[in-house]
DNA sequence: CTAGGTGCAAAAGGTTTGCGGTTAA
DNA sequence: TTAACCGCAAACCTTTTGCACCTAG
């Protein structure tokens, strides 16, 4: 990130967090930046190595301390995709989840604006949707045959 | 359930296992039969307990073996609704979940038989769909007014 | 008879919490 | 200045594993 990205990068982070009444913090800057870096959709522990090598004294209950204001703040969302570890990704588009069971790789795939109309329980307050689609990838389908 | 259901349940629950390779044991009857007592997509601790008062010998243990094989020979579902514990559904049409998010009651909504047509990675093998709604079902959303 | 399943207990993995010290606003 | 946040460590909850015994096929 050059200077110029650097600062317009800072300034809307924490004009987010101020908005939703959260600090702006070295911390939370580093933890949305791993994030930013490699759109992967790691665990919290994935998070954690990664902001570690920058930041060698950041620790594990900071890393979910940041996530949760990321993801309060609008700027990420959390995504449950197996047994295992939550996961984030700072795509905020309406998209979908396609999930290799086999090698645990997540592709985004945006949706068509047009929505199916589904029916629903009455009076429910949709808050947001998850569409996650399981399967196996290409690579890994390859290599089952 | 009378005599009759019962014994039809019974073998064609045994069927199930028996195409998947799986034995038929009353620990797996047992697990089963909670399911369908009550639609209300429990978690495995959930089931454990109801379990337990029928067959109060029954550990944590198999609770997750029985749930797992009936899984693998496509009588339930597995849920992943909220960051907690996994939940169970022996409901096999496709449908969507809305799951409330503060008393966290989950409703069934079977899905129209016409699916959008969505983009995918190329070469991505389905599996299934998860399609989860969050939000507030209306006696929550009431209540937060 | 015997491979697979069960029960138990212990461990592993992920997440949350409490607390004293630090820092952004 | 001070409420919010951080780091640490311990607790907690869910899931997995190892092993001796048991049982369906």
Redesign the interface.
Same mark, same amino acid.
Request: glycine letters at 8%; charged letters at 20%; hydrophobic letters at 35%.
């Given at each position: 990130m050059n200077p110029v990205e650097n600062k317009q990068f800072e300034r809307e982070l924490g004009e987010r967090l101020a908005t939703s009444g959260f600090r702006f913090t070295s911390q939370r800057r580093q933890v949305y930046d791993v994030l930013l870096q490699k759109l992967d959709h790691p665990t919290t522990e994935d998070v954690f190595i990664r902001a570690k090598r920058k930041m060698p004294d950041i620790s594990h209950a900071t890393v979910y301390n940041c996530l949760d204001a990321l993801v309060q703040c609008g700027l990420v969302r959390k995504v449950?995709? #197996?047994?295992g570890a939550?996961r984030f990704c700072p795509n905020m588009e309406e998209h *979908?989840h !396609?999930y @290799? &069971?086999e090698c645990g790789e997540v592709?985004d795939?945006?949706?068509?604006a #047009? +929505?199916?109309? =589904?029916?629903?329980? +009455? /009076?429910?307050? =949709? &808050? %947001? !949707? #998850?569409? *996650? =689609? %399981? /399967?196996? @990838? *290409?690579d890994c389908? /390859?290599k089952k045959k």
């Open positions: 449950q995709l #197996e047994r939550t *979908a !396609y @290799c &069971d592709f795939v945006s949706l068509p #047009e +929505r199916p109309s =589904v029916p629903q329980p +009455r /009076g429910f307050k =949709v &808050d %947001h !949707y #998850e569409i *996650a =689609v %399981h /399967g196996l @990838c *290409a389908a /390859g």
